[in-house]
């Protein structure tokens, strides 16, 4: 194996282990939450925004982007598009598979959207378009977050780019969707809850999601 072949391997290592980072319990345990063991049980920015507040639900969700964007920019930066995508991939597996917490993470949502953010831009403002659009119309997180992953892949076909960056998009919009598979149940269940934080002062939900 060639020098160049051992910098890309560590780089998608160093993606995945980047994704691992668990954001989402550092910042509720710091306001005494555990988002694995309140609101839906995920750690990610939506169940803490739900559980710990506006405030911590943005850090958290500022953060998970930022670990999409730091590992697919990396990549780009060491070896191009092609290891950007291999790095951003892993970045979302590792989030969503995190080895440290035995294989149970978040669901990637921003983490993929960091990515996209580096690999497909005008693609991912769409996304995050038809997201607000959801979530101020339905106001339920998981329909704008279903709808950006099935979206991903369809509008990187759609911009004409290759194959394999349809083929990855389409891998990172798997593993989104798969981790919400409890969503989608509850969804057609008519059981999903609207996400809407706690008010600091009462402990109760606040009226809106905003």
Sequence with gaps: MDSGSVVSAAAVVGAYLVGTLPV?????RRSGHDP???GSGNPGASNVYRIAGRAAGAIVLAADLGKGIAAA???WAIGGRDLALATGAAAV?????PVTRRFRGGKGVATAGGVALVLWPLVSLVLVAVFVV??????????????????????VAAAG?????????????ILVVARHHENIRRLVGG????????????GRSADTIT
């Design 24 to 28: 989402a319990l550092l910042v509720s």
């Design 36 to 38: 694995t063991r309140e």
């Design 73 to 75: 920019g990396a990549g």
């Design 93 to 97: 597996l590792g989030h969503v598979a």
């Design 134 to 155: 959801l979530a101020l119309t339905v106001r339920v997180a998981s329909v704008g977050s279903l709808a950006m992953a099935t979206g991903l892949p369809i509008g």
């Design 161 to 173: 780019r290759p194959g394999i960056e349809v083929a990855v998009a389409a891998g990172v919009a």
């Design 191 to 202: 059981e999903e809850r609207a996400t809407t934080p706690r008010d600091p002062g009462t």
